[in-house]
Nanobody
Framework: QVQLVESGGGLVQAGGSLRLACAAS????????MGWYRQAPGNQRELVAR???????TYADSVKGRFTISRDVAKNTVYLQMNSLKPEDTAVYSC???????????????WGQGTQVTVSS
């Protein structure tokens, strides 16, 4: 079984910083891409940032210049450094990974349980 475990959420004042981490464990042959999504109450889940195994990154326009995604391939871990946080960043942040559990298996999306990020004004 594959498991994604997130950490690092919490409460922070506007302008502050938080660092999220997500570690994948279990029967993993390879991970093509990992990313972070968020969902605020009443809103649809949206992509925040994504990074491929080659290091290519994608960011939502709303977080460009403030958030940085990085990845430790050896540890199957992805990080999201969030700076200059705004109240509108408040949401449940969930980790996603496209994982191949053996050589010829398809890339399958897995999700973490989510971690709450609350930014107070």
């Amino acid at each position: 079984q594959v498991q994604l475990v997130e950490s690092g959420g919490g409460l922070v004042q506007a302008g502050g910083s938080l660092r999220l981490a997500c570690a994948a464990s279990g029967s993993i042959f390879g991970i093509r891409a990992m990313g972070w999504y968020r969902q605020a109450p009443g809103n649809q889940r949206e992509l925040v940032a994504r990074i491929t195994s080659a290091g290519s990154t994608t960011y939502a326009d709303s977080v460009k210049g403030r958030f940085t995604i990085s990845r430790d391939v050896a540890k199957n871990t992805v990080y999201l450094q969030m700076n200059s946080l705004k109240p509108e960043d408040t949401a449940v942040y969930s980790c996603n990974a496209d994982i191949k559990i053996y050589r010829n298996s398809p890339d399958t999306p897995y999700w973490g349980q989510g971690t709450q990020v609350t930014v107070s004004s």
